[in-house]
């Protein structure tokens, strides 16, 4: 696996939603669990969506009900769907397999969402 490669962020306004998305391998939809992770400025780096290898989702607390983990194997492609936003969001977005593997970490798309 190579680093991985995130799209789709952007500026929303409050109560917005944008799509993300991850480029992932079938081989490492099958060897790894994967989530989605952000960094807000002056934070540290904190998962917010996982998805087993068996499609298991969990999330973080805050993002419960707003965000939603996916993944299209047949287009090597993970998603997240947000919706609901708020400046709270606003972070770097980076999807990496979970527990993270620091090889992997890619330059990640930013989402600022405006008051």
């Known amino acids: 696996q190579a680093q991985f490669v995130e799209s789709g962020g952007g500026l929303v306004q409050t109560g917005g939603s944008l799509r993300l998305s991850c480029g992932v391998s079938?081989?490492?939809?099958?060897?790894?669990?994967m989530g989605w992770y952000r960094q807000a400025p002056g934070e540290q780096r904190e998962w917010v969506a996982r998805?087993?290898?068996?499609?298991?989702?969990t999330y973080k607390d805050h993002v419960k009900g707003r965000f939603t983990i996916a993944r299209d194997i047949a287009k090597n492609t993970m998603y997240l769907e947000m919706s609901s936003l708020t400046p709270e969001d606003t972070a770097v977005y980076y999807c990496n397999t979970y527990l993270p593997n620091r090889a992997f970490w890619g330059q990640g798309t930013q989402v600022t969402v405006s008051s």
């Open positions: 079938e081989r490492t939809f099958s060897r790894y669990d």
């Open positions: 998805m087993t290898r068996n499609s298991i989702k």
